[in-house]
């Protein structure tokens, strides 16, 4: 499994739409600036087909530390959750291929 930047992502999405790099890299940022603030706000993110992104609250349990065996205690803490979307699921649900993962022709997905 590689990993893909948002370098990579940028570069990927000025090429596409023939939009200057620098565009692309203001407005990918903004949106990832809007999701964590809406995270932040605890209010749920919907893209329709793609997936939901919502906050959820781990209760404050009790572990172990592995190396000591001591019991500390571990506070709640807010994580996010996404839920999959029916086109990346249908997508993901494709045997895994080196060939499947990236498409070249294939039209993108209309998530609008």
Do not use: H, W
């Given at each position: 499994?590689?990993?893909?930047?948002?370098?990579?992502?940028?570069?990927?999405?000025?090429?596409?739409?023939q939009a200057k790099r620098?565009?692309?890299?203001?407005?990918?940022?903004?949106?990832?600036?809007?999701?964590?603030?809406e995270l932040a706000r605890?209010?749920?993110?919907?893209?329709?087909?793609?997936?939901?992104?919502?906050?959820?609250?781990?209760?404050?349990?009790?572990?172990?530390?592995?190396?000591?065996?001591?019991?500390?205690?571990?506070?709640?803490?807010?994580?996010?959750?996404?839920?999959?979307?029916?086109?990346?699921?249908?997508?993901?649900?494709?045997?895994?291929?080196?060939?499947?993962?990236?498409?070249?022709?294939?039209?993108?997905?209309?998530?609008?």
């Amino acid at each position: 499994m590689a990993t893909v930047t948002k370098k990579e992502l940028i570069d990927r999405i000025a090429e596409k739409t023939q939009a200057k790099r620098v565009v692309v890299k203001r407005i990918v940022q903004a949106f990832l600036d809007e999701v964590i603030e809406e995270l932040a706000r605890d209010n749920r993110l919907e893209f329709r087909d793609f997936g939901v992104f919502e906050t959820r609250v781990r209760a404050a349990r009790r572990a172990q530390n592995p190396k000591t065996l001591e019991q500390v205690e571990v506070p709640a803490k807010r994580t996010v959750k996404f839920k999959m979307g029916r086109l990346m699921r249908q997508q993901l649900s494709r045997p895994a291929t080196r060939a499947a993962s990236r498409p070249t022709q294939a039209p993108p997905p209309n998530y609008g």
